[in-house]
């Protein structure tokens, strides 16, 4: 059995990956979602399961200091799991825009709490599940916007989102440097035809987001199963090939 965790699984790329996972056979997919009452949760449910694999759906929502931990005890009591072999830190939210003459510090303090500390609270809670595996994954999904090496080719006004994910890239860096036994790394997975990325096209003044979910979705496991420490340990790996280089 491989298991996986999932934050922010009831929508978008996090559903898209739960869906995919559970199809697989001897799959364990922890779905972290939010609200566990939201019809979008509930119906996690009803995804078709590969054969010995099965679903479990936990409460965490990232701006919480004690979700992550107590869904982890939750996990060991209830349901047995003593190890976690891959984390993706995939909750987060992109609805402030502006560039910093209009964005509000309350709005950038707000996506920060998040898209920042919502990574690390999670992996402060499953790192000693991951290192108990030996060579568990922890995956962030991250943005170009991010990138502060090359921010003059992400000239999206969304200072409040690409400040609150540096904090996410810059912890996943930290984790490769302080966890020898553990793959850290970055996913760029696209700028996403979810309701949040088809959102945010429309604020630009486009019809819909570029990239396909499917496609991102593809991408994000593709990298993940090939993923070592030695190929992509710290780094940040994109769909998009021109920016697989691209500095932090």
């Known amino acids: 059995m491989t298991t996986y965790l999932i934050s922010g699984a009831s929508r978008g790329l996090g559903r898209a990956l739960t869906t995919a996972l559970l199809s697989q056979p001897s799959n364990t997919v922890i779905a972290g979602v939010r609200d566990l009452n939201d019809s979008n949760s509930r119906s996690l449910a009803?995804?078709?399961?590969?054969?010995?694999?099965?679903?479990?759906?936990?409460?965490?929502d990232s701006?919480?200091?004690?979700?992550?931990?107590e869904a982890v005890s939750t996990l060991s009591t209830n349901h047995g799991v003593t190890k976690l072999d891959v984390v993706i830190a995939n909750a987060g939210s992109s609805n402030i825009y502006g560039d910093l003459t209009t964005v509000k510090p309350d709005e950038v303090k707000e996506l920060v709490d998040v898209n920042g500390l919502g990574p690390l609270r999670l992996f402060q809670?499953?790192?000693?599940?991951l290192e108990?595996?030996?060579?568990?994954?922890?995956?962030?999904?991250?943005?170009?916007?991010?990138?502060?090496?090359?921010?003059?080719?992400?000239?999206?006004?969304?200072?409040?989102?690409?400040?609150?994910?540096v904090v996410a890239h810059y912890m996943t860096r930290k984790i490769h440097c302080e966890s020898p036994s553990l793959t850290a790394f970055v996913i760029d997975p696209g700028f996403m035809q979810t309701d949040m990325g088809n959102s945010g096209a429309r604020h630009f003044g486009f019809e819909k987001a570029f990239v396909p979910v499917e496609d991102s979705c593809n991408f994000v496991?593709?990298?993940?199963?090939?993923?070592?420490?030695?190929k992509v340990g710290g780094k940040f790996v994109s769909i998009d090939?021109?920016?697989r280089e691209v500095e932090w």
């Not at 701006?63 to 931990?69: L, M, R, Y």
């Not at 809670?125 to 599940?129: F, M, P, W």
Request: include cysteine.
């Open 125 to 129: 809670a499953v790192r000693s599940l």
């Open 46 to 60: 009803t995804l078709p399961c590969g054969e010995s694999s099965k679903l479990i759906v936990v409460k965490i």
């Open 221 to 230: 496991l593709s990298q993940i199963e090939g993923a070592s420490r030695e």
């Open 132 to 165: 108990s595996g030996g060579a568990g994954k922890f995956v962030v999904i991250g943005t170009p916007i991010a990138s502060i090496g090359a921010m003059e080719k992400a000239p999206w006004p969304m200072f409040a989102y690409g400040a609150s994910k």
């Open 63 to 69: 701006t919480s200091d004690t979700d992550a931990i």
């Open 241 to 243: 090939e021109t920016r």
